[in-house]
DNA sequence: CGATTCTTTGAAAACAGTCAATCTGTGTGG
DNA sequence: CCACACAGATTGACTGTTTTCAAAGAATCG
C-alpha cells in the first residue's frame, strides 16, 4: 500500500532510500470500508491522511442537520481538519470513506519528525497548503458568482474522475444546491 | 507609519530590536488613495503586504464582467494574491483601497531574507497563512449552507468592524447576492 | 450646489428549493 | 433465482426566494 505513495512523492521530490524508509517507518496503513469515519466531529484531528486508493470526503453539517461537503480525495489526495490538527480544538468536519478504501496515516508528532528531518518534505508540504488555500480561493469565486449550472461544468473540468464515480446527491452537497436542481441542470446538460 | 505594524507584531511575536530594524529597513510604506491599485490582474504579485491604515479589497471580475470581492483588509490585515505570489504567474485578482490608506510592502525577496534570518518569522507567516486556509474553508461552508440572511448575520459576527464601514453592494458582492436583495434583509433584520 | 455614488423600493420574471411520487439499479437473504 | 429492501436518481407541481429592471430617494464629495 505504502508503493503508492512512494510513487506519488518520489515523482515530486527527490527522497534517497533511507529517507523513504524512514518516511514509511512512521506511518500506519489502513483499510477503511466504505461510510466508514476515520474523524468525527468532536474529536480532535491527529493524523495527516494520503488516500492511496478509493475515495473520502469532508463534510460538516449544518444548523438544520443538513449535511454540507467541504470538499473530496480520491486517490493522491490528503485529506485532515487542518485547523483541529494545528490548534487541538474539537473537528468540526467529519471524515469518511465513499469507497472500501486504503490510506497511510501520519500522526502529528511523526509528521513534525519527519518535517524536521527531511527538509524537503517541510518544503513540500507548504507547498500543498498553499496550493489548498488557492484552490479554496477559486472555490470561493465559483460559488459566489456562478450559476447551478456554471458550478456543474467546473466541478466536471476539476474533478473529471469524480463526476461519475460520486453520487449526484453528494457532487450537489458539494456545490451547495438541492439534489433534484443538480438533477434537472446535468440532463439539460446532456442535452447539449 | 511603521509604528502599527511594529505594535502588531511585537503582540504576536518576540523581536529584538535589531530584528525589528532589519525588517523595518527592508520594508516600503505606501500610501494609497480610495480607488487606487497596488495589484492589477494580468500583472504578477511581487508584494506581501500588510495594510496599517485604512482598508483594501480583493476581488476578481466574472465573465459577465462583474465584480466579485473575494476579501476586505482592514487594518492590521495581510491582503496579496498568494497564487500570483508563489507562482510567478500572471494574477487573477484585483487589489485596490476602499478609503485612503497606508500599506506596509516587502518583496518577495526582501521577505525570504527576513524569513530566512529571523525563524520566528518565518514561523509566524505559516501561521497566517494556516489561518487564512482555515477561514477561507469556513466561507465556503457558510456560502453551500447559509441564507442570504444567515450570510449577512454571520458577516457582521465575522467583521463587526466592517458592516457600517464599507458600501452595502460591496458586502453583498463579498457574500454573492444582489445588492437589492441584501439591502432588503437587512431592512427586515433592522426591525428584529 | 451639481455630480457621483450608494441605497431603497416596487413589480415581474427567473431560478432554486421543497414535497411527493415514481423509477432505477444494486445487493442481500431466503 | 427470485423477491425484497435500499440507496440513488428523476419528474411534476407548487412554493418561496432571489434576480433583474427601472425608477426614485439619500448621502457624500469636490
Known sequence: MFEVFEKYITEKITLNSAELQR???LC?????RKR?????????????????KGCMRAYRVGDDGTEHIIRFAPEHWWISDRESYNTGLPAKLNIDALEDSEVLLWTKDN??????EIPQMAIFTQRILA?????????????ISQTA??????FIKKHPDLYRRVPLHMIASYLGV???TLSR????????
Chains 1, 2 share one sequence.
Request: proline share 2%; with cysteine.
Open 28 to 32: 500506519t496503513p489502513k483499510r477503511v
Open 185 to 192: 441542470v446535468r440532463s439539460q446538460y446532456a442535452h447539449k
Open 131 to 143: 496550493k489548498s488555500f488557492d484552490s479554496a480561493q477559486q472555490r470561493i469565486f465559483e460559488t
Open 36 to 52: 466508514q469515519y476515520i474523524l468525527q466531529e468532536g474529536d480532535v484531528c491527529y493524523n495527516n491522511c494520503f488516500v492511496a
Open 178 to 180: 438541492s439534489r433534484e
Open 111 to 116: 509528521y513534525n519528525l519527519i518535517s524536521d
Open 149 to 154: 449550472e456554471e458550478k456543474y461544468e467546473s
Open 23 to 25: 518516511i514509511k517507518a
